[in-house]
């Protein structure tokens, strides 16, 4: 045989070897999917035993991200539902209903039969219209090791006025899908982008559908114009003038065999009719002037009450060959589409600091009152900056701002300054990214979301609200609870088992090969399940993951656990009382013990 038929020969094996992989990963691919909706079928079946609606009061939620938050239209309440929460080995997504009631400041739990299935990353939009309506439609749920995800496609509506769920079969909707946006628009619910991930592919989206709330009917549109490109994550929102506004996103795509570069959009488009008819769209790109929010990822989006748009925190990610690194946020912008600008959201701190006077004497001008306050006998207070090194060299960040003291000898000041003007702390919500917020009475409510340390994801379960109208502070209503967060650590024969399914390749164990939210390489192996924007892409965090020094010298098996966990304490910058589990009084903590509501 010559050269060329051995060529031949030789190609053909190769594309034989090829075929039988293909189908072999095929085969896999079908297995996992059917474990999957055999998952699911089992939740399903669990969630038919519900036959009646039952309120419960109890404790807040616990820690999740990547739920959805709305206020009710006509109660004093707000409406958490799903949401999903990893704890370095085991993904949990839920289907639960809960409900803040603002006046009492209490949580319950809702149960009614037939809920949607559980999941994450959906989208969630309040109506008023029948005694107030709560449409759902897509998310994801994913399996428990975090390697397999489901994208719904369904649209769920839950009647207010008489607590049931139904779920609106119409054809002709959006395909399945996560991290997508949603808006009420005059009597449509109009959906944008989102993206669909399979164990080998995936796709991100920038179609547009309309859903009809009178005839219960979806629609494509087409609009006129260029458009945003394919993202999940972005800002949407319906301006005054009628308008829908698009800004910035996430999305990935690969430049070469297993790696993907991830995109932090910071581009913005409106979405409007054309000559005011109402089946005829186009879009047109904008440049808003002011003060533009740094690209980010994962940021949270709400309405205020003059009808402008707030973004707060996100995560902006800085690329390196082989490494990812974020910078979590917790600042506040507003768009103006009105004036077409961006505003940074500055808080004026507590009323009674502007109204501080001499005993005995009269009221001084702000500026003289500033210049003798920061004269040279004058001490900020200080800020404590520790750096905490990893085992695999990850440095580790922790800020914390400490009242100012007192030299000796030096008399108290004169003026009438409340506790909190004494130098305490600041009450504001942590740098994180997928925090879930609403807009109740002029009141900005922030629950929950994500940040990272090191290798690890803290999934917080905290409740802050600020008054828009008078920008002045925020207040915490529940307070991080250090308690509830555990990070459980990979036993080696787990590490042993990852190493024989990966090749044991020094490369594929890297904490820093995969990617999501701007990584490199796709797969479990970086946390940020939020940086891309409800996901869009991302993985949950590693699985060799390393032990952080800072969080405890050696894992406690406080948790109701028989694997080693690690409380994440030290990452709260709080003083602490004794009895904290697996703590000490020098241990910081926020958390305190949830007590049942008294009677009205």
Same mark, same amino acid.
């Given at each position: 045989?010559?050269?060329?038929?051995?060529?031949?020969?030789?190609?053909?094996?190769?594309? #034989?070897?090829?075929?039988? &992989?293909?189908?072999?990963?095929?085969?896999?691919?079908?297995?996992?999917?059917?474990?999957?909706?055999?998952?699911?079928?089992?939740?399903?079946?669990?969630?038919?035993? #519900?036959?009646?609606?039952?309120?419960?009061?109890?404790?807040?939620?616990?820690?999740?991200?990547?739920?959805?938050?709305?206020?009710?239209?006509?109660?004093?309440?707000?409406?958490?539902?799903?949401?999903?929460?990893?704890?370095?080995?085991?993904?949990?997504?839920?289907?639960?209903?809960?409900?803040?009631?603002?006046?009492?400041?209490?949580?319950?739990?809702?149960?009614?039969?037939?809920?949607?299935?559980?999941?994450?990353?959906?989208?969630?939009?309040?109506?008023?219209?029948?005694?107030?309506?709560?449409?759902?439609?897509?998310?994801?749920?994913?399996?428990?090791?975090?390697?397999?995800?489901?994208?719904?496609?369904?649209?769920?509506?839950?009647?207010?006025?008489?607590?049931?769920?139904?779920?609106?079969?119409?054809?002709?909707?959006?395909?399945?899908?996560?991290?997508?946006?949603?808006?009420?628009?005059?009597?449509?619910?109009?959906?944008?982008?989102?993206?669909?991930?399979?164990?080998?592919?995936?796709?991100?989206?920038?179609?547009?559908?309309?859903?009809?709330?009178?005839?219960?009917?979806?629609?494509?549109?087409?609009?006129?114009?260029?458009?945003?490109?394919?993202?999940?994550?972005?800002?949407?929102?319906?301006?005054?003038?009628?308008?829908?506004?698009?800004?910035?996103?996430?999305?990935?795509?690969?430049?070469?065999?297993?790696?993907?570069?991830?995109?932090?959009?910071?581009? &913005?488009?409106?979405?409007?009719?054309?000559?005011?008819?109402?089946?005829?769209?186009?879009?047109?790109?904008?440049?808003?002037?002011?003060?533009?929010?740094?690209?980010?990822?994962?940021?949270?989006?709400?309405?205020?009450?003059?009808?402008?748009?707030?973004?707060?925190?996100?995560?902006?990610?800085?690329?390196?060959?082989?490494?990812?690194?974020?910078?979590?946020?917790?600042?506040?912008?507003?768009?103006?589409?009105?004036?077409?600008?961006?505003?940074?959201?500055?808080?004026?701190?507590?009323?009674?600091?502007?109204?501080?006077?001499?005993?005995?004497?009269?009221?001084?001008?702000?500026?003289?009152?500033?210049?003798?306050?920061?004269?040279?006998?004058?001490?900020?207070?200080?800020?404590?900056?520790?750096?905490?090194?990893?085992?695999?060299?990850?440095?580790?960040?922790?800020?914390?701002?400490?009242?100012?003291?007192?030299?000796?000898?030096?008399?108290?000041?004169?003026?009438?300054?409340?506790?909190?003007?004494?130098?305490?702390?600041?009450?504001?919500?942590?740098?994180?990214?997928?925090?879930?917020?609403?807009?109740?009475?002029?009141?900005?409510?922030?629950?929950?979301? &994500?940040?990272?340390?090191?290798?690890?994801?803290?999934?917080?379960?905290?409740?802050?609200?600020?008054?828009?109208?008078? &920008?002045?502070?925020?207040?915490?209503?529940?307070?991080?609870?250090?308690?509830?967060?555990?990070?459980?650590?990979?036993?080696?024969?787990?590490?042993?088992?990852?190493?024989?399914?990966?090749?044991?390749?020094?490369?594929?164990?890297?904490?820093?090969?995969?990617?999501?939210?701007?990584?490199?390489?796709?797969?479990?192996?970086?946390?940020?399940?939020?940086?891309?924007?409800?996901?869009?892409?991302?993985?949950?965090?590693?699985?060799?993951?390393?032990?952080?020094?800072?969080?405890?010298?050696?894992?406690?098996?406080?948790?109701?656990?028989?694997?080693?966990?690690?409380?994440?304490?030290?990452?709260?910058?709080?003083?602490?009382?004794?009895?904290?589990?697996?703590?000490?009084?020098?241990?910081?903590?926020?958390?305190?013990?949830?007590?049942?509501?008294?009677?009205?």
């Amino acid at each position: 045989m010559g050269k060329k038929g051995k060529k031949e020969k030789k190609g053909r094996g190769a594309e #034989k070897t090829a075929a039988k &992989m293909e189908k072999k990963v095929s085969k896999r691919s079908r297995k996992e999917e059917e474990d999957l909706e055999a998952l699911l079928a089992h939740f399903q079946a669990l969630d038919a035993t #519900k036959t009646q609606v039952v309120e419960t009061p109890c404790p807040p939620p616990s820690p999740r991200l990547h739920a959805s938050l709305s206020a009710h239209p006509d109660k004093d309440e707000l409406i958490l539902f799903g949401g999903e929460y990893f704890n370095g080995q085991k993904t949990s997504v839920y289907n639960e209903l809960y409900t803040y009631n603002i006046r009492k400041d209490a949580w319950a739990k809702v149960e009614i039969p037939n809920p949607p299935p559980r999941r994450c990353a959906h989208q969630a939009v309040v109506v008023p219209q029948g005694g107030g309506q709560l449409w759902i439609f897509g998310g994801e749920f994913a399996s428990p090791d975090g390697e397999q995800f489901y994208h719904y496609k369904d649209l769920w509506v839950l009647h207010l006025a008489t607590k049931t769920w139904e779920q609106v079969r119409a054809t002709g909707g959006p395909s399945g899908r996560s991290g997508h946006r949603m808006v009420a628009w005059k009597r449509q619910l109009i959906l944008f982008g989102g993206f669909h991930e399979t164990t080998r592919d995936y796709i991100y989206y920038n179609d547009v559908y309309a859903f009809d709330l009178d005839t219960f009917t979806w629609s494509r549109l087409c609009p006129s114009g260029t458009g945003p490109t394919p993202r999940s994550g972005c800002q949407m929102s319906v301006t005054p003038q009628g308008s829908i506004v698009i800004y910035g996103g996430y999305s990935k795509q690969r430049v070469k065999k297993d790696v993907d570069r991830g995109t932090q959009h910071s581009d &913005m488009f409106l979405l409007q009719p054309v000559d005011g008819r109402e089946g005829k769209w186009g879009w047109t790109r904008i440049n808003p002037a002011g003060a533009k929010p740094t690209p980010r990822s994962g940021f949270s989006v709400a309405v205020t009450p003059n009808h402008q748009t707030l973004l707060f925190g996100g995560v902006c990610d800085e690329e390196e060959e082989e490494s990812l690194e974020g910078d979590f946020l917790n600042d506040l912008h507003f768009y103006d589409a009105t004036r077409n600008r961006w505003f940074a959201g500055q808080l004026k701190g507590p009323k009674s600091e502007k109204r501080k006077r001499r005993r005995g004497g009269k009221a001084e001008p702000e500026g003289a009152d500033k210049q003798e306050r920061g004269g040279a006998g004058a001490q900020e207070p200080l800020e404590v900056v520790r750096e905490v090194v990893a085992e695999d060299g990850t440095v580790v960040t922790i800020k914390q701002v400490l009242a100012a003291p007192v030299p000796a000898g030096q008399p108290q000041s004169g003026e009438e300054d409340s506790p909190d003007e004494a130098g305490g702390p600041v009450v504001e919500p942590g740098p994180r990214s997928n925090a879930m917020l609403a807009v109740k009475h002029g009141r900005l409510y922030l629950y929950g979301g &994500m940040f990272e340390a090191g290798d690890r994801q803290v999934t917080l379960g905290d409740l802050y609200c600020l008054d828009l109208h008078k &920008m002045q502070e925020w207040t915490a209503l529940v307070e991080a609870d250090p308690g509830a967060q555990e990070w459980l650590e990979e036993t080696e024969s787990e590490e042993d088992s990852d190493e024989d399914a990966e090749g044991g390749s020094d490369e594929e164990d890297s904490g820093d090969s995969g990617g999501e939210a701007g990584g490199l390489a796709p797969g479990p192996g970086r946390a940020p399940a939020g940086h891309s924007g409800d996901r869009g892409g991302a993985r949950p965090a590693s699985q060799d993951s390393t032990n952080l020094a800072a969080a405890r010298e050696a894992p406690t098996r406080c948790c109701p656990t028989a694997r080693p966990c690690v409380h994440l304490a030290s990452l709260f910058p709080s003083p602490a009382p004794s009895g904290l589990c697996g703590g000490s009084p020098e241990e910081p903590r926020l958390g305190v013990p949830w007590q049942a509501p008294g009677p009205p």
